[in-house]
């Protein structure tokens, strides 16, 4: 069986979901094959929530393993930011591009195993990532690792992750990594961290 993190992901099953995000009315359209496709995802929702009440996002932002759009689109509707997303999963990219289009969001599409396909010079004000957990420990660390290297100084990295999926041991490599890291919220298993990069 295919997984939503494998570039081969089949499409059988196409949905439209809506979501208000701070006031806005919004449209993505999704199929199986993706993650989350029947329903916006609660924890990406809950990263969004938090990462809205603890920042005001502007400047180059990254929604690294976009899937659909959720994260990005969002933001982007909201706050003045140059909209990048990148995915591994050509079909995600391709939904992910038309939801930009569909709600007049403006976003350069990657498609990228993490950031294989950009260059040294790709730096971003801000990363948010719901790490594809079912990839490996392995694969997230290293998107841990290499999202550092693509943040400008004090540019932050927000992940969210459960309990269950060894949040406590991503939090340690975060703050091995970043040094600054922040426990934003935690509540019934699901951690939403915040780490700031310094040069």
């Known amino acids: 069986m295919s997984q939503y993190f494998e570039p081969n992901a089949a499409v059988s099953d196409y949905r439209t979901l809506q979501l208000n995000f701070r006031g806005k009315n919004l449209t993505y359209n999704t199929n199986a094959g993706l993650f989350s496709y029947t329903e916006p995802d609660p924890n990406s929702i809950m990263l969004l929530r938090h990462m809205c009440t603890c920042e005001h996002l502007s400047g180059d932002f990254l929604d690294l393993g976009c899937g659909w759009g959720l994260i990005g689109i969002a933001l982007a509707s909201a706050f003045n930011i140059n909209l990048t997303m990148s995915d591994i999963n050509p079909l995600a990219l391709e939904f992910a591009e038309s939801n930009a289009k569909l709600n007049n969001i403006k976003a350069r599409v990657i498609e990228s195993n993490g950031f294989e396909a950009f260059s040294s ?4 004000d801000c990363i948010a990532l719901n790490p594809p957990i079912h990839a490996g420990k392995e694969v997230c660390f290293k998107l841990f690792e290499e999202s550092a290297l693509h943040l ?3 540019g932050h990295f927000w992940i969210v992750m459960l309990d269950k999926h060894g949040a406590k041991t991503a939090l340690k490599k975060i703050r091995d990594i970043y040094g ?3 426990l934003i919220y935690k509540n019934k298993g ?8 310094s040069a």
């Open 190 to 197: 699901v951690n939403v961290l915040r780490a700031t990069f």
């Open 121 to 124: 010079d790709d730096k971003f």
């Open 180 to 182: 600054i890291t922040e």
């Open 152 to 154: 400008k100084p004090g």
